[in-house]
């Protein structure tokens, strides 16, 4: 898709200040893409990834990648740019051939330079690169060089490091420039609650005191000279407000509205939602049943959304963490009624998004805030409260399992049913405004937009049924997605999607049916692996385990494994922990083996399935969004528990290279194997099957009873 | 009459309102962006500074509360022996992903050696809890202590 769009060499090489330039429209959140993608140019080259840059994202300069999402960047932008350099590559050594005239075997490209062995005459390759035809297009046979070449890759620290390290590294929120105000909205109890009025003599003694009060219907900003003076002045804003809070949030059961609403249920064929295809019949007697749900989460940035925006009249420009600049700039310029050239976003870090948190909200409000103020800059942030109560959280989900089981305890039949609201929340361009009203202010302004309507997601392997399809060969499988409305809470794209629920409830029946069959959880699920990869990494699995203790008296150990999408990166994991007398699970010790296709930068995969392992756990033992009437009651870290060091276990990763097979993004393929190797590790050790996250004290004890009353 | 404090080793006259939490008055005035405003509640540690020597949260007290005291941020932590080995075994062990939590945490870190040369994983697990990692770095920030520490090469 990247190379379709921008076809041209120098859209993703380029050259500047005497280094080479990667140019890409993916942009960096930690997960290291500007690392690898630097690494894939320094490779195709023959230089050191120190040498290569990557460029600043900007609409109208960087390609349009659309957004930075489901594991894809290596995939799409790491091969543009691989291909890319490889065609420059030839380009240049080609060119140079026939300007030194000798054959082109006889040139050797090296520490930026293209020497001709015989008489020495070398030429920069930037120099050289400077020069290629700016019409020349990306050849997608170019020879790539292969990993003999290469050499084997070795870990160097990720860009940026040292500056994080040392407090350098400068954040979207730690922008700073003259004349500039901080800006602060302040946001209705919830979402629903239209503003009545506010206390005029408030507002006039804080425009009195240099505050300006931003309104448009229900959305309503503050900004002042200094942060401290913008806190104060939103809670100041926030006491005079008179809200009409109208029937307030539904409190329902939303694993039960998931279960029951009567919606479309589409048959999943081969990873794709087939509405055609004949309704698979629920299965009658099945050996094998249960429902597997997850609440809503968040992804609960550590840093609060945050954008800078300017308006001098003609032109908008805006600092931003969004993950897809270009379909944010579309949204809001659709909204402003602004033609696209008159809209600049420019990508800058924030903190860790994990998916679509409240950075495109962020960048629509700081656009609000500065054009009613042309000429002056504004930073605007959210508070804790803030991103707690309103980024789009990850759907709540329910996943109903039944097997029926064959003489021998295999698997003979395998339904699945995955139900979930939207997981499309970001603020795409379509039909019916469907990008403006994904902005949570254009919820709140005068003439509000309607809440986002949501159809299925019909793409492979997409939203709900993301790994709904299991990776083993049963004789019979029937799988069901539903896309459930008209739930009560605003729901967007996090890490992995459905397969976090899919994978936990799968892998939670395999282990249930390697139990009842009396086999070993290594072997049950070899009975149904055929592909040398995926038996592989469980193979690796299994033997490291072979080479450490067996969990203690009392604890457990669990395993899971899947493959992200049933296309990308595989992943098996195993985890011991233990149960204590309060009912808490206490993580022992992890071991994560992934194959990723060839390795670009194996240190950065480590650090996508360690943080993958760790935020896993966080929401499979803590996390869960709680509302009330009035508000949501997740308002900050004490109402919303995540994981803390303090049940953090050694996590070892070990990977498997295949220098000859595509490089598969990772971020996203080891949260669900996490997720369901803690609820068997917690079978193995106490013989209680959880399977409502997150396994809370509560949960570990509910089930316990349950356990006895059966 | 203003508001003195000594910042990194230098005595500074704070114009800020005393009452404006500590953070704001480093960011804000003093253009010292490295600590991190996380949630203002004192929930998170993405804030943290050292105040005499112990990691202190500065997003919520005031200001004038700090006055007499020596406060050293992430800028000034690798002006000592223990800050910078802190940061070199941050960057060996890569651990950092966003690096949004990584100043609080390389202060704080900073911070337990100096209380305790060869701190027990489980003694750095109790010391980091204040601090939030929402990217997972938490095994690679353990392995960093080890590394600062002198523990073999943070290998698990
Ligand atoms: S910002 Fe101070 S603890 Fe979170
Ligand atoms: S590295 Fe992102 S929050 Fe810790």
Redesign the pocket.
Known sequence: MSLEKHPLVRDWIGVSGGRVVVHTGKVDF?QRISTALARIAAEEFALSPEDVDVAEVRTGAAPDEGMTSGSNSVVQSGNAVRLAAATARAAVLARLAAEFDVPTDDLELADGFITHRGSNRKTALTEALAGIDPALAVDPGARLRPREEVGVPVSHPPRGMRAMVEGRYTYLHDLDVEGMLHARPVHPPHIAARLRGIDAAVIEKLEAGGVRVIRDGSFLAVAAPGEWAAIQAAGRLARACDWDCGPGLPEIDVAAALRDNPVERLPVIGGLPEPDAALPPAPDAPDLEAAFTRPYQMHGA?GPSAAMASWDGGKLTIHTHSQGIYPLRESICESLDLPLDAVELVHVPG??CYGHNGADDAAFEAALVACAMPGTPVLLKWTREDEHAFEPYATAMHVHVAARLDGRGDVAAYYAEASGDTHRGRPRAGPDRAGPARLLANRLRADPLPPYRAEPNMNREGGNHRNLTPGYAFPETRLVKRLVRDLPLRTSAMRCLGAVANVFALESVMDEAAAKAGADPFGYRRRYLTDPRDLAVLDRLEARLREIPDPAEGAGRGIAMARYKNQMARVALSVDLAVNDRAEIILQHAIIVADSGRIVDPDGIAAQLEGGFVQGASWALYEAVTWDRDAITSRDWDSYPVIRFDNIPPVETVLVDQPDCPSLGVGEASPGPAVAAIANAVHAATGLRLRRMPFTPEAVMEAALQADAD | MTLALRINGADREIASDPETPLIHVLRDELKLKGAKLGCGLEQCGACAVLVDGEVTLSCATPAAVFAGREITTIEALGDTPEGARVQEAFVAASA???????PGLVVAVTALLQRDPAPSREAAMAALTPHL???G?HPRVLRAVEIAAGQGQGQQ
Do not use: I
């Open positions: 930690g550590l903190s860790g | 950092a992903q966003c690096g949004y939590c990584t990692c929402r990217c770095s």
